[in-house]
């Protein structure tokens, strides 16, 4: 079984400081780990992946996480946030083999404020 | 860049109403999903779409679901009889290449209303 839970369900932030999203999975197979976004009106675009090889990923739009097995995270950062940012954010996880049949968090609301 | 077509975007339909949703995959995509989002709910798996015939569904997905390829370009998801909690946001979803070890691409959605 696997599950991810996304610890904020709604972070505001100004324009031009960083964005820290939190994401914690579990899993009893070796997982492989999404972080998708939903612009409003929009479909659900993939921003990065994780699937057992660097554990430093970087994404689009500037975006990047870190896979922590440790702590069981998977976080997404960006050093310095726009006002297009401004989105919903989806922690993902699967089977490492079986990529389509996704777990989803809740996710988490970003508001950019000038 | 190639896309995931959904349609309509938004469906309002009758209790007991049978409807179809309508999806257009990627074109040199294998496999296909249906997901679904009840407001303020987690976006949940529903089936998986391989060789023309389901290679995985979840406890949601009961006899009132049905997919079907029908020519080898849409992917359509019928809710045969409709109920007040099938209102939500369908989302279809694709991914390609040999083994499923491709990220999938999702539509934007169809929100469907039951009323």
């Known amino acids: 079984a696997q599950s991810v839970t996304q610890l904020d369900s709604h972070v505001s932030v100004s324009e031009g400081t960083p964005v820290l999203l939190r994401c914690n999975y579990s899993?009893?197979?070796?997982?492989?780990l999404f972080w998708y976004v939903q612009h409003p009106n929009k479909g659900l675009q993939l921003l990065l992946k994780?699937?057992?090889?660097?554990?430093l990923v970087k994404g689009i739009n500037g975006f990047e996480a870190e896979f922590k097995k440790s702590e069981t995270s998977f976080h997404l950062t960006k050093p310095s946030a726009h006002m297009s940012d401004a989105a919903e954010y989806f922690c993902?996880?699967?089977?490492?083999?079986?990529?389509?049949?996704?777990?989803f968090g809740a996710g988490t609301q970003v508001v950019v404020t000038p | 860049e190639p896309e995931v077509t959904q349609t309509p975007s938004h469906q309002v339909t009758q209790m007991g109403q049978e409807v179809i949703l309508r999806c257009v995959p990627i074109?040199?995509?294998?496999?296909f999903y249906w997901y679904r989002q009840i407001l303020g709910q987690k976006v949940e798996f529903l089936v998986s779409?391989?060789?023309?015939?389901?290679?995985?569904k979840s406890e949601i997905f009961d006899d009132q679901f049905s997919v079907e390829r029908p020519d080898g370009s849409n992917f359509t998801l019928k809710i045969r009889s409709t109920k007040l909690e099938d209102s939500a946001m369908y989302f279809c979803?694709?991914?390609?290449?040999?083994?499923?070890?491709?990220?999938?691409?999702f539509g934007q959605g169809t929100r469907l209303t039951v009323v």
């Open positions: 993902v996880v699967s089977k490492t083999d079986s990529w389509g049949k996704l777990q």
């Open positions: 779409f391989y060789n023309n015939e389901i290679s995985e």
């Open positions: 994780y699937t057992s090889a660097a554990t």
């Open positions: 979803a694709s991914s390609g290449g040999l083994n499923m070890n491709t990220e999938a691409f």
């Open positions: 899993s009893s197979y070796s997982p492989s």
């Open positions: 074109s040199n995509h294998l496999y």
